[in-house]
């Protein structure tokens, strides 16, 4: 099993910057994949970025390409994801999530194993 713990939200202006963080424990040597995903009350979950453990190959959803970049501390078990320029409409509850490889392709795939971290931006 693999326990994930996020941190790092919290209340910005438009143009600011967050950095998440996402610390991994357990077995650990069975992930291929490692996401953030993000969700707005009513709203469906939105993949954001992944990291392919294997190369740290990365993947980005087009609105935040640019802006966002997601990273690997293979060392420290922890995913990094630096958020700048960011805008209102990146408010969200943010979870880290894992999977195979393919779930770096299709974030439906990915399964989250975190409580979350709130990230507000004010206009």
């Known amino acids: 099993q693999v326990q994930l713990a996020e941190s790092g939200g919290g209340s910005v202006q438009a143009g600011g910057s967050l950095r998440l963080s996402c610390s991994a424990s357990?077995?650990?040597?069975?992930?291929?994949?490692v996401g953030w995903l993000r969700q707005v009350p009513g709203k469906e979950r939105e993949g954001v970025a992944a990291v392919y453990t294997t190369n740290n190959t990365t993947y980005y959803t087009d609105s935040v390409k640019g802006r966002f970049t997601i990273s690997l501390d293979h060392a420290k078990n922890t995913v990094y994801l630096q958020m700048n320029h960011l805008k209102p409409e990146d408010t969200a509850m943010y979870y880290c999530?894992?999977?195979?490889?393919?779930?770096?392709?299709?974030?439906?795939?990915?399964?989250?194993r975190g409580q979350g971290t709130l990230v507000t931006v004010a206009s």
């Open positions: 999530a894992t999977g195979s490889a393919w779930s770096c392709f299709e974030y439906s795939l990915l399964e989250v």
């Open positions: 357990g077995d650990t040597g069975s992930i291929d994949c």
